[in-house]
């Protein structure tokens, strides 16, 4: 049986809306001039603080920093679309984080700059040809190096633009290299929106709120490991992740809807 999608008789495939032209021009300057990413991530830093300092909050373990401590440096992951307040919460946790080098990436690493975060303008994608041209090896040998020298590596565990919320190779690898333990994390506010047509579910958190921040079980992965041990290590952090997002959720007492349409792991 194929995997191709059939249409429903009767049904057809709704067309794409393309940009009108009077837009394309203006649009094109927009995302190649860096004051319009200035001015952006200028006001997204103070719109991050005023929602950091409008929520309560809850962590969930309370003392996950002195269970991490004898550990670091560490690899933090989340999933994408998930993560837009981390920069603002003071987890101390700090570190290095890997961003597109896109517009949405520009004004990204200006945020996370704003809060004392260092940056690796790297991507990975999906598509291992573009694997050189996106910086993706350059990112990775970075990371390693940061981790190396004692400093924490932040990193999305799904793949940009792929499947969401399905943990990828790379922070396996990554994890693997350097010999450094995976702490999931995940971030959840009561007062949200989510953005309908983002790929990965993209979430704005609000003013007014009640947020919660939870981290999970550390998984290891060893420098021997094979590729069951590789992959049995990668759904143990999928799982992991996917318990300490619904976690966070209830705490806040707005548990997310299911996701629908999301591939399984094919276990």
Known sequence: MSGRK????????????RTPVWLRKPGRWISQNGAFAAIVAWIAVRYLKFVFRTNSWVVEPDDILDQVEPELPVIVSVWHGQHVLLPAIPIGLSGAVMISRSL???????????FGASTIRASGGRNPRHTLSKGALRGFLEMLRMLKNGQNVLQTADIPKGTPR??????????????????????????RWVLPKSWDRTTINLPFGKSAIVAGERVRVSATAGPDELEAARIRLKDEMDRITRRAYELTGVPEPEVTGMPGEGK
Request: no cysteine; charged share 30%.
């Open 166 to 191: 399905r943990v990828g190779q790379g922070i396996i690898s990554l994890a693997q290299k350097s010999g450094r333990p995976i702490v999931p994390l995940a971030v959840a506010s009561s007062r």
């Open 104 to 114: 949405d990436g520009e004004i990204t690493a200006r945020v996370a700059e704003a």
């Open 6 to 17: 059939t249409e429903e008789p009767g049904t057809a495939k709704p067309k794409r809306r």
